[in-house]
């Protein structure tokens, strides 16, 4: 019988839960009973709507919250009873500008991070030069964080993430608040630390094009509980077969939109098109129906492939919630 051989798990989530309280009674279940595995070198994109436990999930990787219950290792450590070996194994970029300290220097950050992380010497300023260097920072890297842009902080941010060569990198929202050119800065990095250095990269993000380009895996929760954990590849071919898009031309108000409920409607160059998961062909011809009853002339009916974001809309609104969606895979 042949052997299989599997990537290392880089991180093991086991029956996590985090529940905040106010006067000691409970006000929310941030994170309910989530159970995940992320194999090493991996892209691993974690996505959920605002409030659906991510962050909160991330802090608990990081050590930053401590659990209601539940278990987290990085590398084979335990984050709560190896707590410092655990932690030099990640480097964090948190969402907004938490991750420096605005009234020193870029190159004090560096310095201030890769010696909280054990590094020094040599070694570490050679490390804090290069990072600069790519970063298209080292011309600035003696004036203080707050003279800088936002998209300046956060490549920062990052170097400061990245100052101990860690092997898991956590990426929470990298890009909010960035421009076009700052963020394609970021998303080439997060390539570079995958496909090139062989990096664990965690992923969360409202930008699903991008995290469509970048992720191996994807992994949505809703109010603290997993929906799916599946190669992107197999969560967009669950939908492939089902997705259809109408094109009609003209545009429709807010009461004729409203009798096509469940799919994306948008309008562009004076036509209106219609995009979602349509179950058969009966109720492909029922919303035709309705394109003729409005008077609208239709353009084009297609098939189409689904992006991450037709994929997400339906997990999260509730309507991939069947058992063909919900399939929790495991590892």
């Avoid at 003696?142 to 990052?158: E, L, W, Y």
């Avoid at 590849?233 to 409920?261: A, C, P």
Wanted: proline share 2%; hydrophobic share 40%.
């Amino acid at each position: 019988m042949a052997q299989t051989f599997r990537s290392p798990v880089a991180i093991e989530i086991e029956s996590l839960s985090k529940t905040y309280y106010k006067r000691n009674k409970p006000t929310t279940k941030a994170v309910d009973n989530l159970s995940l595995s992320v194999l090493a070198g991996q892209v691993f994109g974690f996505l959920g709507a605002n409030g659906a436990g991510k962050t909160s999930t991330i802090k608990m990787i990081c050590g930053l919250v401590i659990p209601t219950k539940g278990r987290i290792c990085v590398n084979g450590f335990d984050v709560a009873r190896e707590h410092s070996m655990a932690m030099r194994q990640i480097g964090a970029v948190l969402e907004g500008t938490r991750n420096v300290y605005w009234r020193l220097t870029a190159w004090q950050n560096l310095m201030y991070f890769g010696h909280l992380k054990g590094c020094k010497g040599k070694e570490l300023k050679n490390r804090a030069e290069q990072l600069l260097h790519e970063l298209d920072l080292w011309e600035r890297r003696n004036d203080s964080i707050r003279t800088f842009s936002r998209g300046m902080q956060q490549k920062v941010a990052i170097a400061c993430a990245l100052i101990s060569d860690p092997s898991i990198i956590l990426l929470d929202e990298p890009t909010l608040g960035l421009d076009i050119q700052a963020s394609r800065t970021v998303k080439e990095w997060i390539a570079k630390l995958s496909r090139e250095q062989g990096k664990t990269v965690v992923l969360t993000t409202h930008q699903l094009d991008m995290a469509q380009a970048l992720c191996d895996r994807v992994a949505i929760i809703r109010k603290g509980q997993l929906l799916t954990d599946q190669p992107l590849t197999e969560l967009l071919h669950l939908f492939r077969q089902e997705y259809y898009q109408i094109k009609v031309k003209g545009y429709m108000d807010n009461h004729e939109s409203s009798w096509f409920d469940g799919l994306n409607i948008c309008a562009e160059n004076g036509h209106t098109i219609l995009s979602g998961a349509i179950a058969n062909q009966d109720v492909l011809h029922g919303h035709l129906t309705k394109v003729r009853d409005l008077s609208l002339p239709l353009l084009s009916v297609s098939r189409i492939e689904p992006n991450l974001e037709d994929v997400f809309t339906q997990m999260v609104d509730g309507k991939g919630e069947q058992s063909e969606y919900q399939t929790v895979s495991n590892l």
